[in-house]
């Protein structure tokens, strides 16, 4: 990691200086080609409804201190969906990519088809905050491109400031949501002694980018015509289906995997070891907690839950510390001492649960695991790059066993979706061997929901809904909830529902297990969901499925670009009791038809009636990905959208009830 490095100015000096900067930055912009005013339609792909010009990107470095990218893209645009999307601009800045990124010098403008340029104004740049594809939520220096139309072509530049960090290991990207006819990296490496800059093409067509060396210590890493990278829905990682560039510094040895992971898994045994040894409060600690337990597993959980129950973790963004507190946090250096502070890091109390697992016997080890939420791991790429130290390995009996209990609101057993059903790289002394790591089970990650409502002859429907996340529904929803007050998080929920239920009233929320580990996250409320049933004449039609009322097919397209991919197995258990209006009874309703796949999923619903015919009662039980069967080429496609549309078909079926003839006088 390089060092930051201050450079002092005179105040008045520096403003100066600065601000002549920014004007002549503004002003540095490219001549535009009377060619790509005239431009009618997309080079790269056709159809298209804008297209990059060119981006071009320059790095350096080849000093101290912060890595700079000068970004500068010119968008030609082609139609209004184009015009739509282009004219939005964000700019994600905080902590993103491994580092701390700033976005500064922001300059934009649009040349009219006419010749004619409108600047952006510097007061209509603001902050807000968005949402990516992923449900993450990132921070974002965001403007509107002044008066795009048709045939506009609009430009910007701006400096993504990455604090304290070098150009080892970072990631180029050669693709963007638009075509582009060529994009271009300028990079000028830093001189590491005995080091040699490389680069790495992923998903490139053909052989990949070659760097070129240009004039003053530049190197070159260009593309052209690259297509643009789209949105599906259940997709793999972006990095894995877009073209991208790794830059990296090494020595000039051609490695052979095998061999490569070989060594590194015994150098990791031998640097690690150190860290587990268990001091004599931890040996005591161990034995107090395992004095009873009757089995191995027991041992290891009681271990798991003193770790995550007992020490504060400083690594979470809901201790409740602030800024000035982790000031204070003294370091620990050994198990012991996290024992002794009684907080650490998320990697502190990992270890000290691997001392604690150590001193009673096990052999515990921290494992190296790469990460399928970023890309799909492959062992003939010899790098230490793609895998961290993730989790603790426990050998019980011959079967190794993965744990973290650093890691927010994993229960005991279960790891990181990203790290589950991965090879895993367990060190040695002597003989480092990979290990698959276990995928939790559909019926392990599961929501089950009941509402018991009650139907007005006006169509309103009203009633108390829970519903209870468990395994990674249950960690997802944890870590979307802690860092709220109750006030956001009855916000969060209620923008939710209304997203499905537009006319959803919802009141008496009460939000459960939030930050607890081991219970399900909870959700309790009363709703009220006025135009729920359709009254025709003197029938009312109703939709059983009153979860899934409102919610649009997951596949939607026709044909598909990219595999098609879930995170994991998971499961779904609805009960709905509804109270059916007085004088009104079911016309000869049936049930949704059920269905099977093998042992990857299942669906079946059933709906039947109380015995005096005045409460309907539908269930629905759904699993998929049994078999751990995740991933599914492109081609697959046809089946499995006719899978989950059959789905949505059937959690679409409505029922009649007929009102009963006024008894005569």
Not at 66 to 90: C, M, P
Not at 461 to 485: A, C, M, P, Q, W
Not at 548 to 556: A, E, R
Request: hydrophobic fraction near 35%; glycine fraction near 6%; aromatic fraction near 12%.
């Amino acid at each position: 990691m390089k060092s930051g490095r201050f450079i002092w100015l005179p105040c008045a000096v520096s403003v100066f200086l600065f601000s002549a900067f920014v004007t002549v930055l503004a002003d540095d912009w490219r001549p535009v080609d009377p060619g790509e005013l005239a431009l009618k339609k997309s080079l790269v792909e056709k159809d298209a409804d804008a297209e990059a010009l060119f981006w071009e990107v320059k790095v350096d470095d080849s000093g101290e201190g912060d890595l700079v990218f000068n970004h500068y893209i010119r968008i030609k645009v082609f139609t209004d969906r184009g015009r739509e999307s282009q004219s939005k601009i964000d700019l994600p800045f905080g902590r993103l990519f491994g580092s701390e990124i700033r976005i500064k010098d922001i300059a934009a403008r649009t040349i009219k088809s006419d010749g004619s340029i409108v600047q952006l104004k510097s007061e209509d740049i603001f902050e807000r905050t968005i949402v990516k594809t992923s449900g993450v939520k990132v921070k974002a220096r965001s403007f509107a491109m002044p008066a795009v139309e048709v045939g506009s072509i609009i430009e910007y530049r701006w400096r993504e400031v990455r604090i304290n960090q070098s150009a080892q290991y970072i990631r180029l990207q050669m693709q963007r949501d638009i075509p582009v006819q060529q994009v271009k990296y300028l990079l000028k490496p830093f001189a590491f002694p005995g080091l040699s800059f490389r680069s790495l093409t992923f998903h490139g067509r053909g052989p990949g980018a070659i760097a070129k060396k240009e004039k003053d210590g530049f190197f070159s890493l260009s593309m052209s015509d690259m297509p643009a990278v789209y949105e599906e829905a259940r997709m793999p990682p972006e990095d894995e289906v877009r073209t991208w560039i790794l830059v990296y510094y090494s020595a000039d040895e051609k490695l052979e995997p095998t061999k490569y992971w070989n060594d590194f898994g015994k150098r990791f045994y031998e640097k690690t070891k150190p860290l587990l040894k268990a001091g004599d409060d931890v040996r005591q600690m161990a034995t107090n907690l395992s004095a009873d337990a009757k089995s191995e597993d027991e041992k290891l959980e009681r271990f798991f839950d003193f770790c995550r129950n007992k020490i504060k973790n400083i690594s979470d963004d809901a201790s409740g510390l602030s800024a000035e507190d982790l000031k204070k946090v003294k370091e620990n250096k050994t198990p012991s001492d996290t024992l002794k502070h009684q907080m650490g890091t998320s990697a502190d109390i990992d270890l000290l649960f691997a001392s604690l697992a150590t001193a009673a016997g096990f052999d515990a080890r921290i494992d190296l695991a790469p990460d399928r939420g970023d890309i799909f791991f492959d062992k003939t790429l010899a790098d230490s790059y793609f895998v961290d130290p993730s989790n603790i390995a426990v050998n019980v009996g011959v079967t190794w066993k993965f744990f973290n209990p650093g890691m927010g609101y994993l229960p005991f057993g279960m790891l990181r979706w990203q790290e589950e059903g991965e090879p895993t790289l367990i060190s040695d002394p002597k003989q480092p061997q990979w290990v698959v790591t276990p995928l939790t089970t559909h019926d392990k990650t599961r929501v089950k929901r009941i509402a018991k409502l009650k139907l007005g002859t006006d169509g309103v429907i009203e009633g108390d809904v829970r519903l209870e996340y468990t395994g990674h529904f249950g960690v997802e929803r944890k870590e979307e909830n802690d860092e709220e007050s109750e006030t956001r998080r009855e916000e969060l929920l209620k923008e939710e529902m209304k997203n499905r239920l537009s006319t959803a009233e919802i009141s008496n929320i009460k939000i459960e297990n939030v930050t607890d580990y081991v219970k399900p996250f909870a959700y309790e409320f009363h709703i009220r969901v006025p135009g729920y049933a359709q009254k025709t004449g003197r029938r009312l039609f109703i939709q059983p499925a009153f979860f899934q009322y409102g919610l649009s097919p997951l596949f939607t397209a026709s044909g598909r670009r990219y595999p098609i991919y879930f995170h994991y197995p998971w499961s779904e258990d609805d009960y709905v009791e509804i109270q059916l209006p007085e004088g009104f009874a079911l016309d000869n309703a049936d049930s949704p038809a059920p269905f099977a796949n093998s042992d990857i999923t299942s669906y079946s619903p059933k709906l039947s009636a109380t015995s005096d015919g005045k409460t309907l009662i539908y269930t629905r039980k759904f699993f998929f990905g049994r078999m751990g069967a995740l991933s599914y080429a492109v081609e697959n496609y046809p089946q499995i959208k006719a899978l989950f549309d059959a789905v949505h078909q059937q959690d679409s079926h409505t029922v009649a009830l007929k009102q009963a003839p006024e008894a005569k006088p």
